[in-house]
């Protein structure tokens, strides 16, 4: 148990939560703040992992949201290995994974989304979702060869452009018929389609992946349309 309860707990440190944690100073707050993350390392920002960051231009310096110093300077309690595993509303409690309770004031919930987890536990297949995530994925991407990415979202789209900015033959795959067509709708979809040709990219939109599996010490993908990317 906490020995004082944080005036306000903000749980979740990418950006929405430090954002908070800066505002919350900004206009004058000046009780106890604390900034809960699920990560080991200090608040940085996430887009530029499928962009910057996975192609070696921008390091964790360049991505930092905030400092130790900074933190340090706002009077802002971070707290990193923290995830929050449940809530207690009635007695305002947040039971972290390791099973300490943080007491709060006031609470704010900024957890954003996670990445879907891989259907296919194979080595090989990577998620983009946290720095030690685009890391591993960009040592393996130094390394050449043939990549494959399944789902044509902001972050596949991303993937796959700087992929290409580093050298690497790449494959996009999404069941749908175009990238972000439920953001960017068909029309726009389509140009996004036309992008990534221009620039190389091998585009099988409309295409599920039926499975992902070592074969014979090979990465192989079944595609709904029977083509196997990795196979050209």
């Given amino acids: 148990m906490s020995s004082r309860a944080a005036g306000v707990v903000i749980v979740g440190a990418s950006i929405a939560g430090v954002r908070t ?16 993350s699920d990560e080991s390392v200090m608040p940085y920002d996430k ?8 192609a070696g231009a921008a390091g964790p ?17 971070v707290r990193l290995n923290s995830r929050a595993r ?7 409690l947040i039971e972290l994974d390791t099973g300490e309770h943080v007491d709060y004031h006031r609470l704010v919930v900024a957890t954003g989304a996670s990445a879907r987890a891989s259907t296919w536990p194979v080595s090989g297949v990577y998620v983009v979702r946290t720095m030690s995530d685009a890391q591993r994925l ?6 050449g060869g043939h990549l494959v990415v399944i789902g044509a979202g902001f972050v596949g789209t991303e993937v796959a452009a700087t992929a290409r900015t580093m050298g690497l033959q790449v494959t996009l795959v999404d069941p749908n018929t175009a990238p972000m067509t439920r953001i960017a709708g068909n029309q726009l979809g389509a140009r996004f389609v036309r992008l990534h040709q221009d620039h190389g990219v091998d585009t099988r ?25 990795l196979d050209q």
């Fill in 138 to 143: 960009r040592t393996d991407l130094e390394r």
């Fill in 205 to 229: 939109f409309g295409t599920s992946v039926l499975d992902v599996r070592h074969d014979h010490g090979r990465l192989r993908i079944d595609l709904s349309d029977r083509r196997h990317p």
């Fill in 47 to 54: 887009p530029p992992l499928s962009k910057g960051f996975l």
């Fill in 61 to 77: 310096d360049e991505i930092a949201l905030l400092t130790e110093v900074e933190a340090d300077e706002l009077g802002v309690e």
């Fill in 21 to 36: 944690a800066q505002a919350l100073r900004r206009e004058g707050f000046d009780g106890r703040v604390v900034l809960l």
């Fill in 86 to 92: 449940r809530l207690d509303l009635a007695e305002n």
